[in-house]
């Protein structure tokens, strides 16, 4: 195993999780910002929110976990 090019890969994963974290965030902020102002959000888009949302956590999650096996 080439330890650099793993200790590489694993620094680029853990900044793309970061990225992840952060588009969220305003996601989060926007669908928030609209129910704050008394709007509804349009039943496909909330459908569709929290379709992505559920496989998102998921998926980073277990990005999480393989991280972390790795780091071992």
């Given at each position: 195993m080439?330890?650099?090019?793993?200790s590489m890969y694993a620094t680029m994963s853990?900044?793309?999780l970061a990225?992840?974290?952060t588009l969220h965030e305003q996601a989060?902020?926007?669908?928030?910002?609209q129910k704050a102002e008394g709007k509804e959000v349009p039943s496909g888009m909330q459908a569709v929110w929290d379709?992505?949302?559920s496989h998102m956590m998921d998926r980073?999650?277990?990005?999480?976990?393989?991280l972390e096996t790795a780091r071992r």
């Open positions: 080439d330890d650099r090019l793993s853990a900044q793309e990225h992840v974290d989060v902020r926007l669908i928030q910002a379709w992505e949302h980073v999650a277990r990005i999480k976990v393989l």
